[in-house]
């Protein structure tokens, strides 16, 4: 069993930043690539970014060059860094992976872009 455990949502201003983290903890094995997804009640959950086990990275168009996606394979964590931060940001940002043929998902994030 894996456990994702995300952090670093919280409240802020338009134009601010927040850094999110996924933590990943349990019988993990060779994580390919690393996923946040991000979601507005009643809407999809939408692909924010993902990063591969190299460090190759895709963003949504949405948030290129505001958004960087990283992670420490050492330390099994994923983080977001968001700058700019505009008001449709404002979802529930999940953290996803695949391992050992298993999808994981996190308990998400709440993020709140207001003024």
């Known amino acids: 069993q894996v456990q994702l455990v995300g952090s670093g949502g919280g409240l802020v201003q338009p134009g601010g930043s927040l850094r999110l983290s996924c933590a990943a903890s349990?019988?993990?094995?060779?994580?390919?690539?690393m996923y946040w997804y991000r979601q507005v009640p009643g809407k999809q959950r939408d692909l924010v970014a993902d990063?591969?086990?190299?460090?190759?990275?895709n963003y949504a168009d949405s948030v290129k060059g505001r958004f960087t996606v990283s992670r420490d394979n050492a330390k099994n964590t994923l983080y977001l860094e968001m700058n700019s931060l505009k008001a449709e940001g404002t979802a529930i940002y999940y953290c996803?992976?695949?391992?050992?043929?298993?999808?994981?998902w996190g308990q998400g994030t709440q993020v709140t872009v207001s003024s």
């Open positions: 349990g019988s993990i094995f060779s994580i390919n690539r």
């Open positions: 990063i591969s086990i190299a460090g190759t990275t």
């Open positions: 996803h992976m695949i391992t050992g043929g298993r999808s994981y």
